[in-house]
């Protein structure tokens, strides 16, 4: 189907398809703003993203090398067992947040396990690395959430401001060229059949 | 069975050469994988091992060699004359005892499973305690305490005030550390004045470092009542452990320690805390080995023979954990103290 079916070539529709394609610019405008924005954040959140990737594997290594020497002191049954006297457990509350109209979960940390007071020194201090890297595996599954509903919400973005530029606009504009010359057609008509008209009562 | 104390200290002497040797303590620990691990293990004086091969082979292997430990206990006290005999019985099975209490004191903390309170314990016999099954079998936690009244471990009861206060279970394991060892203290009385130092310097030794550890524990903390937390001192008095919980630098505070605690702390200067539990094996070691060389022909050999056996049977426990979980050598070695050779 052609742009212009359906089309009325009035004034009135002319002057209403000019106001909505100024309204169109101006909406494409905004689209690409917050499309460069959205890039521009995605760009430098992949970049500590990368960054917390790798601290979280080298603080995973040394939170594994903390729990082996603490089986290989105390033995599974010993560190089973004082695990077994941690009470209170880690609890979370995940809140929703918002960037450039993008939602994103993020997560706070309600309560937390009280770790030293119960387990022996060598355990305490693995239990404390892996308890860092749970805190870390949050803030990053958070991070990595966010990032990805960024990236997400600038496809979408660049998606209609590729419609909006390559499709809406120029039919717009070749619906209002359309109108114009429909009008200037019916005008010249009109001036012809004017001056036919009063020709014809001059003879 | 008392065959007299030359007979068992001749035994003793020819069972410290079954200890598995430095050789055969890598190659268990060079073995690829549990099952190689146990194919080496049946070769040893250790024998066929079976135990099925799932998800807690560790746990079970683990079991398995604290059962082998207590049966050369037994071996031994079955001969030794009869205070001698019952002092050993007593500074293993109480320690096994203590252990397994805190072990239902955890699981009664946290509500767990009767079955998982059981299948947490060490097996071995009641020493003191009639029933482990009626104390897990208890409602609460305060129930298993009012179970002990009447026994050596009474003194629990006072500590359940503080247990309440902090709802934290660290007062009554304190205090459980405490009972073992003004226990044994006070068991040396049946043993000769030549017998005794070797027991003092173990337990106070023992005693002395976990201190230590609970005083870095409490580092950072205000208003630490020294007395609540530190009811029994011996090498380093409460002024010392002041200083470790109060001590801007840490390093320095162990430095200041006197010997030989601050060789077995250094580790924590460097972060590498688990390597305090193999220091302190190997000061155990180094101390039974020191009494042992100065009586070849008493008791210390006996109790030497039984502490190099529990260092071995920790050894092996650390050593199938590691298997099971596909470590290498090299990083089991390190918290692996096999000194006698």
Redesign the interface.
Known sequence: MSATSGIRPTKGYLMETKRRIQTVERGTEFLKLKRDQLAKELTESLDVLKGRRGLLLENLEEAYS?L???????????V???T????NTLELEVLPRSVMGVVYPTVRIKATP?I???L???L???AEKVYEIIEELIKLAEFEERVERIANELGSTSRKVNALENMVLPDMRYIIKFIEDKLDEESMEELVRMKLIGGAKKS | MNLGLEYVVLRTHARINDLLSVEQMKQLADAPDVQEFLLRLKETTYGEIQVEENDKIALNLEKNFIKKFTERIEEIVKITPSKMGEFLHAYFDFRFEVLNLKRILRGKFTESSSDEIAESLIPIDPYIIKDYGDLISSNDLESVVRKLSGTSYESLIAKLDLYKEYDALWPLELELNYIYARNILKLTENLSSEDRPIVNSLVKYETDVENVLIAIKRRGKEDVNLDEIFPVTYGIDKDDLKKVIEAESLSQAIDELKEPYNEVLAPIKTRDIALVRAMLRKGKYETATAARAGDQFGFNVILAFLVYSEIEKDNLVGLSWGKAQGLDSEDLMKYIVIPWN
Do not use: F, N, V, W
Not at chain 1, 68 to 78: H, V
Not at chain 1, 84 to 87: E, F, G, N, P, V
């Open positions: 903390a082996t020497a603490a089986y290989l002191s105390l033995g599974p049954m010993e089973q067992s004082q077994r006297s941690i009470k009280e030293a007071a119960e022996d020194i060598t305490a201090h693995a």
